[in-house]
């Protein structure tokens, strides 16, 4: 796929999971908090294209939030408000310290999800943690 041509074949398969891992938590945390779970599932789906697409995390939520506004203007499947809330979602889901809007939340405690429980390629950061501790309350686990 020439979305992931700057990865190695583990980078890919490590990059298809977290997207796919993401994806399932934010359905089900959305569920949950009764938020639409399709849109959140896009957003998880599209959240770290921009990394995975340059092979560099700087900046990728702000610059991931713009390829994903492209992304979805090409596929047509969401209206403006739809759009707006999936590229807010990518836009903020590194500002893990701070709260913003329910939807963007989602896709950070999704990410949060995925790391803590399945992804052991990276650290665990301290931001994480204090996530980690309060969704495990959320949900009981
Ligand atoms: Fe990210
Ligand atoms: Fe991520």
Do not use: W
């Not at 963007?104 to 931001?127: F, G, N, P, Q, R």
């Amino acid at each position: 796929m020439k979305m992931f041509f700057n990865f190695n074949q583990y980078k890919r398969t490590s990059a298809i999971a977290h997207l796919y891992g993401v994806s399932l938590a934010a359905t089900m945390i959305a569920k949950k908090r009764g938020l639409d779970p399709e849109l959140a599932s896009m957003a998880a789906m599209l959240h770290d294209l921009h990394a995975y697409k340059t092979g560099s995390y700087d900046d990728h939520t702000h610059k991931g939030a713009e390829l994903a506004r492209r992304i979805l203007g090409k596929l047509e499947l969401t209206d403006e408000t739809e759009t707006d809330m999936i590229c807010s979602a990518i836009y903020h889901h590194d500002d893990k310290l701070v709260t913003d809007d329910p939807m963007d939340e989602v896709l950070k405690d999704a990410d949060v999800i995925h790391h803590c429980m399945s992804d052991v390629s990276k650290d665990i950061k301290e931001k994480e943690q204090e996530r980690y501790y309060k969704l495990c309350q959320e949900f009981g686990m």
